[in-house]
Every structure is written in structure tokens, then in C-alpha cells.
């Protein structure tokens, strides 16, 4: 039995927390490995919805680990809040059962202030941020400025690390013409938390060496997709961390040998939030068809996302850049009742047809699909259990599906239901 590696291959929002809740069935250790509460995992079980943002999707099955790595970016005060949310929908939680890296790097108010103040400054450029400090957090890593979670135990450090990041954070939201933090209110705001935070920090990279040593199996959870990966994303309209499997190893401490099976959760159609390129989108009855039937609300910001055909290219082009094994297709039932269906295989730029996303931004703004056009299936495929309960139509689809992205279908979806799944191959024996 393997590990199991989870990312998303489009722009977020792909379904994951669904996939990945009914995988924790079979693990014993859940891993988040980068972002922060950026993410939005909607977990459907026995009809109770659960909306987690940072805490593992694993936190809600008993007797699993659950494990949050020093590639994410926390927020203290929401985790703590999450925290409460989940614990007042039944669900135990201790620092048995959730550990915090302790080189984790913390979100603090001013990384959100910066946020939104970029955001504003940007006028028609903004990105379409969540607003929740998560790129401003991952620049003071990178600038060896930020706050770590261990920092909590030592009162003086905090105060001196804390005063000159204010100081930074505070320039700059004077030249963006917003309001100035005071150090010593966050300061004492973390020194009241502090204490609950630290229950939970652990030395995370020893844990999942240990458990890795003890047989144990390991579930790795990203967030968002790959086109929002900094480096292989639709810069700069993506996010401010890597989604790639290979991040599953840097933001947890383990060696890429324990990454396992790397599974790419793939919507059947295409959505994304925030601006940037979406060479499919659809701003018609087509996309509002899709928007209205697939629920697409963002489950962090409640934005509208946009919405469009199936992009085979992007997908190829995720598969490769990511890492990716196998696809879990999910949402297929939101197809149902079209009567023509279009997957884009490649693009057409300056008269040329090409079979990947270019890294210009430029360039990514003029693509235009290529597509190849299906008859749609009038049966309904919501709540199948297996192969045989798909329409045809249904299956030469995902049939297609697969030969474009040159990946199998691993895992199939066809309802939020935990139990509304279909497995092709098991993930955990899959390597
Ligand atoms: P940030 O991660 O808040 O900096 O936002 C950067 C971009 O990533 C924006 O376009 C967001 O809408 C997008 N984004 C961030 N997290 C998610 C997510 O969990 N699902 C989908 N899009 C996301």
C-alpha cells in the first residue's frame, strides 16, 4: 500500500474535499501541505455539510491524524475559529488528533490590510484575491521576515520580529493611502492565543516519519488547482504557493519518495474565480447553465465562478506540470441534459494551433479553443455507483476524456455523496 498525494488540476474548486474525505477512509494520517484559508473544502457526510478552510479534510473521521505542514500559511485566529466550528458540529478535536508544524509560517492582520489594499491599487489589473493575506504571508517567508509558529513560545523574539514586520507592512499600507497597524495590538492579540495555538505544534516532518516507518498510509491534501501554481499557473493571476505533487514534500519534511500515488481532481467542465485567462469560459446561457446546476458559488468567498467547457489542454498540460497519476473526474451529473457538449483539445494563437497553455500572459489572453463537439445524454448519471449505471454518452465522454489527457480515469464522482462514487483503480494500491 502507498501513499496518496491529492491536487487539483484546473483552478481550484475542483471538488476535492469530497474525494479526499472518502480517501481518509482509508488512511490514517491527512496532510495539508500548502496555501492556507484561501481553500474551501465542502464535505458532505450523512447530509451534514462541513466547510473546512484549513483544518485537514481527515479531521472529521475519529481515529485519524491530522496534520497541518510548514508549506501553509495559518491564520491563528481562524484557525481557532475553525476550529470551534467543527468542534460545535460534533467533531473531536485535540492535539492527539491535529498537529501544526511548528515552522509554519503565521498570517498576521497586516498581511491581509496589505492584501486588500493591493487588491484596491490594482484597479482593472486585481487578481481577484481572497483577501486573506495569503500572498503578503508567503512573501515574508521568502523574505526570511515571517512569523513562525514556534515564534509563539518566545515572548521576546515575537516582539522584536513582530516590530520590525509591522514596520515593513506599515510603509507600505502608508503608501497605499490605508490605515497603519499598531504592533503592540497585535502583539498582545497573538500573546492571548498563543497558548491555544501551541498546543498543537508539533515537529510535523518527525510524525510523518514515524508513521511512514510504523506502515502507516498517508493522505496528502492540496488546495486549489494547478493553473494557480506560482510557477506553472496562469501568472500572475494565480495564487502564491505551488500546487504541484512535489510541494507535498517540501511543505510537509518528507522525502518526494513518500508522495505516493498522485491523484488530479478534475471538474468534467471548467470553473475558476478571480480574473485571469480562461481561454472556455463561457459568458452566456451555457456557462450560466453550468454556474446554476454545478452550485458554483467560491465556498470561501461566496463569489460567483466562472464557468466553461472542459479544457483537455490545460488538463494535459496539469497532468505533466503537476505530477498527476490519475484523474478523479467529479461533477459529471452537472452535464446532464445538454444536448451538445464540447471539450477544448488545443488552441489557436496567430493563426497556429497549439497543444499547451503558453507561459506569456500575453499570449494566454489571445488563445482561442479548439474544440471537438459530443452529443449530450439526456439520462441522468447523478448518484450512479457503477460503470454500468452511466448512460453511453456519458461514457464515451470520459472515454475522450482520458485518450486528450493522456491520464486514466482513477476515481469518478457523480454526486456530492460520499458513497456516490464509482472507483476504477484503488488509489492506495495504485503504485
Ligand atoms: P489568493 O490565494 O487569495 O492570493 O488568491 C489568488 C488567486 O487564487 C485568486 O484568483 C483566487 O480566486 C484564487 N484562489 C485562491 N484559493 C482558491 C481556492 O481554494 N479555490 C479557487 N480559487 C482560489
Not at 228 to 252: K, M, W
Not at 309 to 322: C, H, M, N, Y
Not at 335 to 361: R, V, W
Request: aromatic share 6%; net charge negative.
Amino acid at each position: 500500500m502507498s501513499n496518496v498525494t491529492v491536487i487539483g488540476s484546473q483552478w481550484g474548486d475542483e471538488g476535492k474535499g469530497k474525494i479526499v474525505d472518502w480517501l481518509s477512509s482509508r488512511a490514517d494520517v491527512v496532510v495539508r501541505f500548502q496555501g492556507g484559508h484561501n481553500a474551501g473544502h465542502t464535505l458532505v457526510i450523512e447530509g451534514k455539510v462541513y466547510k473546512l478552510h484549513l483544518l485537514p479534510s481527515g479531521i472529521v473521521r475519529p481515529g485519524k491524524i491530522s496534520v497541518i505542514g510548514n508549506g501553509v500559511v495559518v491564520d491563528p485566529w481562524a484557525l481557532l475559529q475553525e476550529i470551534d466550528n467543527v468542534r460545535e458540529q460534533g467533531v473531536e478535536i485535540s492535539p492527539k488528533t491535529l498537529k501544526l508544524a511548528e515552522n509554519a509560517t503565521i498570517i498576521l492582520p497586516c498581511h491581509s490590510a496589505v492584501d486588500g489594499a493591493f487588491e484596491a491599487a490594482r484597479g482593472k489589473g486585481q487578481i481577484g484575491t481572497t483577501k486573506r493575506g495569503i500572498g503578503p504571508a508567503y512573501e515574508d517567508k521568502v523574505a526570511r521576515r515571517g512569523i513562525r509558529v514556534c515564534d509563539l513560545a518566545d515572548k521576546d523574539i515575537l516582539k522584536e520580529k513582530l516590530g520590525r514586520l509591522v514596520l515593513h507592512h506599515n510603509a507600505l499600507l502608508k503608501g497605499l493611502g490605508a490605515e497603519e497597524l499598531d504592533p503592540d495590538v497585535i502583539y498582545s492579540d497573538l500573546m492571548n492565543i498563543a497558548p491555544s495555538i501551541l498546543e498543537y505544534a508539533d515537529v510535523v516532518w518527525k510524525t510523518l516519519d514515524e508513521a511512514q516507518s510504523a506502515g502507516k498510509k498517508i493522505l496528502f491534501e492540496g488546495a486549489q488547482g494547478m493553473m494557480l501554481d506560482v510557477d506553472h499557473g496562469t501568472y500572475p493571476f494565480v495564487t502564491s504557493s505551488n500546487i504541484c505533487a512535489a510541494q507535498a514534500a517540501t511543505g510537509a519534511g518528507i522525502s518526494p519518495k513518500m508522495i505516493g500515488h498522485v491523484l488530479g481532481i478534475t471538474k468534467a467542465y471548467t470553473t475558476r474565480v478571480g480574473a485571469g485567462p480562461f481561454p472556455t469560459e463561457q459568458q452566456n446561457e451555457i456557462g450560466d447553465k453550468l454556474g446554476e446546476r454545478g452550485h458554483e458559488f467560491g465556498t470561501t468567498t461566496g463569489r460567483k465562478r466562472r464557468c466553461g467547457w472542459f479544457d483537455a489542454a490545460l488538463v494535459r498540460q496539469s497532468i505533466k506540470t503537476g505530477g498527476i497519476d490519475g484523474i478523479a473526474l467529479t461533477k459529471l451529473d452537472v452535464l446532464d441534459g445538454f444536448e451538445e457538449i464540447k471539450i477544448c483539445t488545443g488552441y489557436e494563437l496567430n493563426g497556429k494551433q497549439i497543444d499547451h497553455m503558453p507561459a506569456s500572459q500575453q499570449a494566454q489572453a489571445e488563445l482561442k479553443p479548439v474544440y471537438e463537439s459530443f452529443q449530450g445524454w439526456i439520462e441522468s448519471t447523478e448518484g450512479a455507483r457503477s460503470w454500468a449505471e452511466l448512460p453511453a454518452g456519458a461514457i464515451k465522454y470520459v472515454k475522450r476524456v482520458e485518450e486528450l489527457i493522456g491520464a486514466p480515469v482513477t476515481l469518478l464522482s457523480t454526486s456530492p455523496e460520499r458513497d456516490d462514487t464509482i472507483l476504477m483503480h484503488d488509489p492506495f494500491s495504485a503504485v
